[in-house]
C-alpha cells in the first residue's frame, strides 16, 4: 500500500501565502508524476500543477506566475507554494502521484485533501 499525507492548508487573507506539502509513505520503488488538484464547492476537480520524475512542469493559467511546485524525491515529497493567494484559490487541495510499488504495479495515489481557504 502506498499512502499520501497532505498538509500545511489553513486561513490565509487575499494575497497572502501557504505551502503545501505532500508525502508518500509505504510500499514505493519508484514514484513517475506527481501533482497537485483542487476542488472547489460545486466545480468539478481540476489540476493546479504537476512535475514529472524529470522535471519538467506545467500550471494551470489562473495559478502561473503565482505558484510553484517543486519535490524532494529523497523525501518523497512534493510540495506546492502559493503566493499572491485569492479567494478564488480556495478549494480542496488534493495530491496525487503515480507510483511503481515494490511489486512493481503501477497505481495512481490520492491523498485525502487539505483545505485552503483565502478570505478577502
Known amino acids: 500500500q502506498v499512502q499520501l499525507v497532505e498538509s500545511g492548508g489553513g486561513l490565509v487573507q487575499a494575497g497572502g501565502s501557504l505551502r503545501l506539502s505532500c508525502a508518500a509513505s509505504g510500499s514505493i520503488f519508484k514514484i513517475n508524476d506527481m501533482g497537485w488538484y483542487r476542488q472547489a464547492p460545486g466545480k468539478q476537480r481540476e489540476l493546479v500543477a504537476g512535475?514529472?520524475?524529470?522535471?519538467?512542469?506545467n500550471y494551470a493559467d489562473s495559478v502561473k506566475g503565482r505558484f510553484t511546485i517543486s519535490r524532494d524525491n529523497a523525501k518523497n515529497t512534493v510540495y506546492l507554494q502559493m503566493n499572491s493567494l485569492k479567494p478564488e484559490d480556495t478549494a480542496v487541495y488534493y495530491c496525487?502521484?503515480?507510483?511503481?510499488?515494490?511489486?512493481?504495479?503501477?497505481?495512481?495515489?490520492w491523498g485525502q485533501g487539505t483545505l485552503v481557504t483565502v478570505s478577502s
Open positions: 496525487n502521484a503515480d507510483v511503481i510499488t515494490r511489486t512493481f504495479r503501477a497505481r495512481e495515489v
Open positions: 512535475l514529472t520524475s524529470g522535471g519538467s512542469t
